[in-house]
């Protein structure tokens, strides 16, 4: 299983980014994808997660009034779309695969395969 994120960039506070995370190779076993994010200096926190095979995002109360996570599966992707961008949210934004499928947040350490990450900075 490869994860590929993108769609980072530099914005301003209060701006609009969608991430993608493209994955391939045996999604068949794919359970769970979630997305993490890690600032400059702090540990990697989980965001929101999402069954690969039907069911509901799931999230962390900080974002759950601005980031929407969702899938689109005839073209194996996964999307995190963030609004109402803050400084505070500035980090570089993982995707994540875990073969079992979970409901509710799951840490990092429960997930096998990684993107590479993408940036996004925010501005004040």
């Known amino acids: 299983v490869q994860l590929q994120a993108s769609g980072g960039g530099l914005v301003q506070a209060g701006g609009s980014l969608r991430l993608t995370c493209t994955v391939s190779?045996?999604?068949?076993?794919?359970?769970?994808v979630g997305w993490f994010r890690q600032a400059p200096g702090k540990e990697r926190d989980p965001i929101a997660s999402?069954?690969?095979?039907?069911?509901?995002?799931h999230y962390v109360d900080s974002v759950k009034d601005r980031f929407t996570i969702s899938r689109d599966n005839a073209k194996s992707t996964v999307y995190l779309q963030i609004n109402s961008l803050k400084p505070e949210d500035t980090a570089v934004y993982y995707c994540?695969?875990?073969?079992?499928?979970?409901?509710?947040?799951?840490?990092?350490?429960?997930?096998?395969?990684w993107g590479q990450g993408t940036q996004v900075t925010v501005s004040s």
């Open positions: 999402i069954p690969w095979s039907g069911g509901i995002g």
């Open positions: 190779g045996g999604t068949f076993r794919i359970g769970t």
């Open positions: 994540a695969a875990d073969l079992r499928r979970r409901v509710g947040i799951t840490p990092s350490s429960a997930f096998a395969y």
